[in-house]
């Protein structure tokens, strides 16, 4: 009887098991090699997810996270594809057999320039960036963009010295700089970008009734006691007060 006894609860413990087994997903895995090291990673995680999740910590290059602040440019091939690839760590995921590195930034020589001692013309983008004439029309800023813009466009825009045109192409512009990484001719597209809409800005930008008066609230301290209130929450409620915000 003792072993009749002990023999059913072996079977009731596997049964448990089976039903443990069962009702368990198994998460899908794949092998991407980062940065020279291979790692398993989840498959349906982002370049940056799977970059912790091999156990390294981002120390930089990580910006605001899933925001498109340009910090976490990456360039990557994959199996059988000749062509390097280029994204953002933070939204581009991860696929089987993909080989990245990182591109914490891409070294420029940024221009020093007085705005108020500028015009929005051509004249202006051969003075602080004449390197922008040496464009070929590869096309292969454009298909670096991981925004997927127009680069090559905006920089024939300059050209031209079509200061709006230029602006509205490289609005979406997150100056990762990958653009100019892959620049047979060498011309940094995400900082004449910055000039293009800081010209757009300061010369050409249309009037606007409600951000005047919206601005003049802001000097008469009319949102002083919501920003009072803002500070004074914790960070658990300031998470719930930012996910239940009103979005288009």
């Known amino acids: 009887m003792r072993g009749e006894q002990e023999d059913e609860a072996v079977d009731m413990r596997e ?13 899908a895995e794949v092998t991407v090699s980062i940065m020279g090291k291979p790692a398993r990673v989840p498959a349906d995680a982002t370049i940056m997810r799977a970059i ?36 953002l760590a933070c939204t581009t995921l991860v696929q089987d057999g993909m080989a990245l590195s990182q591109i ?59 200061i709006a045109e230029l602006m509205e192409l490289s609005y979406d512009c997150v100056g990762c700089g990958l653009c100019a990484l892959r620049c047979p001719a060498e011309i940094i597209q995400h900082k004449v970008a910055i000039l293009g809409k800081r010209l757009y800005g ?33 960070r658990e409620a300031l998470s719930e007060r930012y996910y239940a915000r009103d979005m288009e």
Do not use: W
């Not at 049964?15 to 998460?27: L, P, S």
């Not at 301290?221 to 004074?232: F, K, N, Q, V, W």
């Open 15 to 27: 049964a448990g098991r089976d039903v443990g087994r069962q009702g368990r997903t198994e998460t």
């Open 104 to 162: 914490p930034s891409v070294p420029v020589e940024k221009a020093i320039y007085d705005l108020e001692a500028l015009t929005p013309d051509v004249d202006t983008i051969k003075k602080v960036y004449p390197v922008t004439f040496r464009c070929v029309a590869c096309g292969t800023c454009t298909k670096a963009c991981p925004q997927g813009l127009q680069v090559m466009d905006y920089i024939q825009a300059a050209m031209r010295g079509d």
């Open 202 to 234: 300061r010369y050409l930008r249309k009037e606007s009734e409600e951000l005047d008066a919206r601005l003049q609230q802001v000097q008469d301290r009319a949102y002083d006691d919501e920003y009072a209130e803002l500070m004074s929450l914790g």
């Open 52 to 87: 912790e999740h091999s156990g390294q910590q981002i120390i930089r290059g990580a910006g605001c996270r899933e925001g498109f602040c340009g910090a976490c440019g990456t360039i990557y091939r994959l199996p059988n594809d000749y062509r390097i690839h280029t994204g």
